[in-house]
């Protein structure tokens, strides 16, 4: 079942093309990979699924992205809706200036996302006053990230105190809380050391259970450890693309070739 | 090798100097104004309003100049603190254009070089146009004028310090701009936000040529918009030229006053600052 079906996407910055005709689909419940040399238009594809490409000035998007058959670049799209159908981690995990807490709710908040709708929560929770429902469920997600055993004692302190490998779970746990179905990663363990970049690893695969992951990276092993499929760009062109065993065990392009040999970086 | 050693020590002897210099300013200028004005510096001087014969050296105060400059800057800071916010965060990239963030950054800029008797005779002509008379509200008015410059300035360079990554982590969770600004920008910029709002007071607490003509000056306290108001820098300005010893030493206590004010003002803003400063992001 392919979740987001991408028909000849390009986009440029200005006069300069980044992305020429990219079509494919992207299955569902998985971890999708894309890989490429640097500038090959990774995090420009990744952007675009989300629509923070918007954010850019002179920024040209041609060609159309369905996620479960809306056209999400339709103009009367809800972008702010379609935002948080598809989380966004970012490479440099920025944290939101507020205390860890507020970090995790506050997507929920502004999104208007009833405790009510966690299965974790209980229904005496559920009825209970006040902040009770809302601190379950920032718990519920740092749990999910893999954070809440480190900060479960300080979540009124600031966020940016945490480290970097924190910060970065904490990001994730940011993302979970609006349920996204799509979770985009632009290369979410580069800034990381290795224990804390582990972690991210260890949750994405937790996690595909119930969401499309798609991540950016540059480093082959990465994706060959995590990724089910992959995606391989070259020059803002769509190289190849498909299932991970078939994509490493026989590729079918020259270019893929000499990228996995390591001959073209 | 050498050459280079001597370069670093010749660098670092003249920030020293500099920074010598800057603190000598301070001190030399409370130095100055304690000793001349401490000796009339009373409690007469801060509760009462100048009496009959006041400006040839007999009693009264210059509470009048105290509250109508307290007056006048809470007025103004209110006021400018109103305009000045919405126009910094407008100057952000979500809302216009480059182009024409930096236009309004350029007559902001021209405003702000603007002397401020100019604002005093463009407001004089304004009142004069509306049969107005110098009055406490033309006074916060005009000051109002001439810190917005200052202020949004500020404010536009503690908003544009806030890293874009921060402001598109906002945007990937789906805020709308305004969630965006009222939830990250403004708490990450709070600190140089009040910074802009003191910097924009010292240049309105201390100004007297806007107020000359607008604000006007009176023995009395004001107890409308539209009466006139004195003012400490005026009161500074009035009795350093009388002829009177004992009156212009009360110049100095008024200078006095007008400084303790600053300090105090900026000490709180410090704590203020440092408050907010709590969970901002470095």
Same mark, same amino acid.
């Given at each position: 079942?392919?979740?987001?079906?991408?028909?000849?996407?390009?986009?440029?910055?200005?006069?300069?093309?980044?992305?020429?005709?990219?079509?494919?689909?992207?299955?569902?419940?998985?971890?999708?990979?894309?890989?490429?040399?640097?500038?090959?238009?990774?995090t420009?594809?990744l952007?675009?699924?989300?629509?923070?490409?918007?954010?850019?000035?002179?920024?040209?998007?041609?060609?159309?992205?369905?996620?479960?058959?809306?056209?999400?670049?339709?103009?009367?799209?809800?972008?702010?809706?379609?935002?948080?159908?598809?989380?966004f981690l970012p490479q440099?995990?920025?944290?939101?200036?507020?205390?860890?807490?507020?970090?995790?709710?506050?997507?929920?908040?502004?999104?208007?996302?009833?405790?009510?709708?966690?299965?974790?929560?209980?229904?005496?929770?559920?009825?209970?006053?006040?902040?009770?429902?809302?601190?379950?469920?920032?718990?519920?997600?740092?749990?999910?990230?893999?954070?809440?055993?480190?900060? $479960?004692?300080?979540?009124?302190?600031?966020?940016? $105190?945490?480290?970097?490998?924190?910060?970065?779970?904490?990001?994730?746990?940011?993302?979970?809380?609006?349920?996204?179905?799509?979770?985009l990663a632009d290369e979410p363990?580069?800034?990381?050391?290795?224990?804390?970049?582990?972690?991210?690893?260890?949750?994405?695969?937790?996690?595909?259970?119930?969401?499309?992951?798609?991540f950016v990276?540059?480093?082959?092993?990465?994706?060959?450890?995590?990724?089910?499929?992959?995606?391989?760009?070259?020059?803002?062109?769509?190289?190849?693309?498909?299932?991970?065993?078939?994509?490493?065990?026989?590729?079918?392009?020259?270019?893929?070739?000499?990228?996995?040999?390591?001959?073209?970086? | 090798?050498?050459?280079?050693?001597?370069?670093?020590? +010749?660098?670092?002897?003249?920030?020293?100097?500099?920074?010598?210099?800057?603190?000598?300013?301070?001190?030399?200028?409370?130095?100055?104004?304690?000793?001349?004005?401490?000796?009339?510096?009373?409690?007469?001087?801060?509760? /009462?309003?100048?009496?009959?014969?006041?400006?040839?050296?007999? /009693?009264?105060?210059?509470?009048?100049?105290?509250?109508?400059?307290?007056?006048?800057?809470?007025?103004?800071?209110?006021?400018?603190?109103?305009?000045?916010?919405?126009?910094?965060?407008?100057?952000?990239?979500?809302?216009?254009?480059?182009?024409?963030?930096?236009?309004?950054?350029?007559?902001?800029?021209?405003?702000?070089?603007?002397?401020?008797?100019?604002?005093?005779?463009?407001?004089?002509?304004?009142?004069?146009?509306?049969?107005?008379?110098?009055?406490?509200?033309?006074?916060?008015?005009?000051?109002?004028?001439?810190?917005?410059?200052?202020?949004?300035?500020?404010?536009?360079?503690?908003?544009?310090?806030?890293?874009?990554?921060?402001?598109?982590?906002?945007?990937?969770?789906?805020?709308?701009?305004? /969630?965006?600004?009222?939830?990250?920008?403004?708490?990450?910029?709070?600190?140089?936000?009040?910074?802009?709002? +003191?910097?924009?007071?010292?240049?309105?607490?201390?100004?007297?040529?806007?107020?000359?003509?607008?604000?006007?000056?009176?023995?009395?306290?004001?107890?409308?918009?539209?009466?006139?108001?004195?003012?400490?820098?005026?009161?500074?300005?009035?009795?350093?030229?009388?002829?009177?010893?004992?009156?212009?030493?009360?110049?100095?206590?008024?200078?006095?006053?007008?400084?303790?004010?600053?300090?105090?003002?900026?000490?709180?803003?410090?704590?203020?600052?440092?408050?907010?400063?709590?969970?901002?992001?470095?």
């Amino acid at each position: 079942m392919s979740k987001i079906k991408i028909k000849k996407l390009s986009v440029s910055y200005g006069n300069h093309q980044v992305l020429n005709e990219v079509s494919l689909d992207i299955p569902e419940r998985q971890i999708i990979a894309v890989i490429g040399p640097s500038g090959c238009g990774k995090t420009t594809l990744l952007k675009s699924m989300n629509r923070l490409l918007d954010l850019n000035e002179d920024v040209a998007v041609s060609g159309d992205i369905a996620i479960d058959g809306e056209n999400i670049y339709r103009p009367d799209i809800d972008v702010n809706a379609l935002r948080k159908r598809v989380g966004f981690l970012p490479q440099r995990p920025y944290p939101l200036p507020m205390s860890i807490f507020d970090n995790v709710a506050f997507g929920p908040k502004i999104h208007g996302l009833d405790v009510s709708s966690l299965s974790v929560v209980s229904n005496k929770e559920r009825e209970g006053k006040g902040n009770k429902g809302t601190q379950r469920l920032v718990e519920h997600y740092l749990r999910l990230a893999g954070l809440w055993e480190e900060v $479960k004692d300080r979540l009124n302190a600031p966020a940016a $105190k945490l480290s970097i490998g924190q910060q970065q779970r904490l990001a994730l746990a940011r993302v979970l809380s609006i349920e996204p179905e799509i979770i985009l990663a632009d290369e979410p363990t580069s800034a990381l050391d290795p224990i804390s970049a582990k972690l991210v690893e260890t949750q994405f695969k937790i996690l595909k259970e119930n969401y499309t992951i798609i991540f950016v990276t540059h480093i082959l092993r990465q994706a060959r450890r995590l990724a089910d499929y992959i995606i391989f760009l070259y020059m803002g062109d769509l190289i190849e693309h498909g299932p991970a065993v078939r994509f490493f065990g026989e590729p079918c392009d020259e270019k893929t070739k000499a990228y996995i040999s390591g001959e073209i970086s | 090798m050498k050459k280079r050693k001597l370069e670093e020590n +010749i660098f670092k002897a003249l920030m020293i100097i500099s920074l010598l210099g800057v603190f000598a300013a301070l001190a030399g200028i409370i130095m100055v104004v304690a000793v001349k004005g401490l000796s009339s510096l009373n409690l007469s001087m801060i509760i /009462e309003t100048p009496k009959g014969g006041y400006y040839l050296g007999k /009693e009264g105060g210059i509470a009048n100049a105290i509250v109508g400059s307290l007056y006048l800057m809470a007025g103004a800071t209110t006021l400018a603190f109103i305009i000045s916010l919405p126009v910094a965060l407008a100057l952000q990239k979500e809302y216009l254009s480059k182009r024409f963030a930096d236009f309004t950054r350029l007559v902001l800029d021209i405003l702000w070089g603007t002397p401020s008797i100019v604002y005093g005779v463009f407001g004089f002509v304004i009142m004069v146009y509306l049969g107005m008379r110098a009055s406490l509200l033309g006074g916060i008015v005009v000051l109002t004028l001439l810190m917005v410059p200052i202020m949004v300035r500020a404010m536009d360079e503690a908003i544009r310090l806030v890293p874009f990554e921060m402001k598109e982590m906002a945007y990937a969770l789906g805020t709308t701009r305004v /969630e965006t600004t009222f939830a990250v920008v403004l708490k990450q910029a709070m600190p140089g936000i009040v910074t802009a709002v +003191i910097l924009a007071f010292g240049r309105g607490i201390g100004d007297a040529a806007s107020i000359l003509f607008t604000a006007g000056y009176t023995d009395d306290i004001p107890t409308s918009l539209l009466d006139p108001v004195a003012s400490l820098p005026l009161a500074v300005f009035f009795q350093i030229g009388t002829p009177v010893p004992e009156v212009q030493a009360r110049a100095y206590a008024a200078a006095l006053i007008l400084l303790v004010i600053v300090i105090v003002i900026n000490i709180i803003a410090r704590i203020l600052g440092w408050r907010f400063a709590r969970h901002i992001v470095r």
